[in-house]
């Protein structure tokens, strides 16, 4: 955004908010219990082989975020009218309906995931409701929601990066090894679904279309568009860095433990045992240190998921797509709702394994991606839409073999997995 020629200085620690912002979002849904928990379970059961997967979905997740960015400031109003004007309404209404379901399937993943983080330390099982209703209070109480969501997701960041990187440290991975694990022949890669939930929570195309919504909140033009890039590339950068601590710290803790038969698989697939599998290596405050990670990224995933299937819902509904709109914040309180109610049942009654849950959700919701990709790859490629801003032969290319990864998956699952 360009500053007006009388603005006033701002420091340095301001001037980096003002640039990023977006991306930041984006990298705070991306980074939650689900992606945490398939992580640490690709890192356990694979050890190092599969570095390359995430950074490869990272790449994917960064080129449709970057379409995305450029569909916002070029187009300045919301993707559902976009859609609705390019093709159909029903088509805008169906895109609604699938971000809608891959938020409510996420959302009751991270309840589980910040319940996992509390109930370790002071058992009680309704503590997402308390949760919960601070995410509600957070959602209805401030006027300006954007500025305000922007910084607070910044701060989880912070405590995202900080928390895994201290983990990291203490298990002391083999540089050499997370090299050799940027080679996709160096070791066999079982396509099962704990490897597509890793897939499924780093390449979220329903959070990158949301960052065409994220843009124009945050007021950039057309003008903006590098600023844009740069942000979400950022944002892309982030996410591959925590996701990658995490596993390494898996890889270096884990898997040898899973090779000699000192642990399980049910060890590796319940979050708790997760953090109580670190106390004996790095004492109480690795255990603490982690259980920080996971509440954070489940909390700061709390309200900006629950916004994505919200605001693109409601969205395509017509009841607005503003921060400000009442309908955008009504939808995404069904969806904080929705995901606590199918949490609580579960926790209350004990049903499945927590993390177990998890991964399955993030998993299955790679079903409903690839009409979201089709239909954002569609929309950058037409001239009426994007004018002479659309896309080149490169990211074509990258964005189609993401469509086609998200096809293969989805085929898995439902003909396979599911049959």
């Given at each position: 955004m360009t500053d007006s020629p009388d603005a006033k200085p701002v420091s340095l620690f301001g001037r980096f908010f003002q640039i990023l912002g977006p991306g930041l979002v984006s990298a705070c849904v991306v980074i939650g219990p689900g992606s945490i928990v398939t992580s640490s379970s690709v890192g356990a059961t694979a050890g190092f082989a599969n570095v390359w997967v995430v950074i490869v979905s990272v790449i994917f997740m960064s080129v449709y975020l970057t379409l995305a960015v450029r569909l916002g400031v070029v187009t300045q109003r919301s993707a559902g009218d976009v859609i609705a004007e390019a093709a159909h309404r029903f088509l805008s209404i169906l895109v609604g309906v699938s971000v809608f379901f891959i938020a409510a399937a996420y959302q009751f993943g991270n309840n589980l995931g910040v319940h996992a983080a509390i109930?370790?330390?002071?058992?009680?099982?309704?503590?997402?409701?308390?949760?919960?209703?601070?995410?509600?209070?957070?959602?209805?109480?401030?006027?300006?929601?954007?500025?305000?969501?922007?910084?607070?997701?910044?701060?989880?960041?912070?405590?995202?990066?900080?928390?895994?990187?201290?983990?990291?440290?203490?298990?002391?991975?083999?540089?050499?090894?997370?090299?050799?694990?940027?080679?996709?022949f160096a070791g066999t890669t079982e396509i099962g679904l704990p490897?597509?939930?890793?897939?499924?929570?780093?390449?979220?195309?329903?959070?990158?279309?949301?960052?065409?919504?994220?843009?124009?909140?945050?007021?950039?033009?057309?003008?903006?568009?590098?600023?844009?890039?740069?942000?979400?590339?950022?944002?892309?950068?982030?996410?591959?860095?925590?996701?990658?601590?995490?596993?390494?710290?898996?890889?270096?803790?884990?898997?040898?433990?899973?090779?000699?038969?000192?642990?399980?698989?049910?060890?590796?697939?319940?979050?708790?045992?997760?953090?109580?599998?670190?106390e004996p290596l790095f004492g109480p405050a690795g255990r603490f240190v982690f259980c920080i990670g996971l509440f954070s990224a489940a909390y700061s995933s709390f309200i900006v998921n629950s916004m994505v299937g919200g605001f693109v819902l409601a969205d395509a509904l017509k009841l607005g797509n503003l921060p400000n709109d009442r309908g955008p914040r009504i939808m995404t309180a069904i969806v904080l709702l929705s995901g606590m109610g199918v949490a609580l049942y579960m926790i209350v009654m004990g049903v499945g394994k927590p993390a177990g849950l998890i991964v399955a959700a993030q998993a299955t919701t790679?079903?409903?991606?690839?009409?979201?990709?089709?239909?954002?790859?569609?929309?950058?490629?037409?001239?009426?839409?994007?004018?002479?801003?659309?896309?080149?032969?490169?990211?074509?290319?990258?964005?189609?073999?993401?469509?086609?990864?998200?096809?293969?998956?989805?085929?898995?699952?439902?003909?396979?997995?599911l049959l």
């Open positions: 109930n370790g330390f002071i058992p009680w099982n309704y503590w997402i409701v308390i949760l919960n209703a601070l995410a509600l209070m957070f959602l209805f109480g401030f006027k300006n929601l954007y500025a305000v969501l922007e910084r607070c997701m910044a701060a989880l960041v912070g405590v995202m990066l900080i928390a895994f990187a201290i983990n990291l440290v203490f298990a002391r991975p083999d540089p050499m090894a997370i090299l050799q694990g940027l080679n996709p490897l597509m939930g890793l897939i499924g929570t780093t390449f979220i195309v329903s959070n990158a279309f949301y960052q065409s919504y994220l843009v124009r909140f945050k007021g950039w033009k057309i003008n903006d568009m590098k600023l844009g890039l740069f942000d979400a590339r950022v944002g892309a950068t982030i996410m591959a860095v925590i996701t990658l601590m995490i596993m390494c710290t898996s890889a270096s803790v884990f898997h040898p433990q899973l090779i000699s038969g000192e642990m399980t698989l049910d060890d590796i697939n319940d979050v708790s045992k997760i953090a109580n599998q670190l790679v079903v409903a991606s690839p009409l979201i990709a089709a239909t954002l790859l569609w929309l950058t490629n037409r001239k009426s839409v994007m004018g002479e801003n659309t896309n080149g032969p490169i990211t074509n290319g990258i964005a189609g073999l993401g469509l086609i990864v998200l096809l293969l998956i989805s085929a898995k699952i439902l003909f396979v997995d």
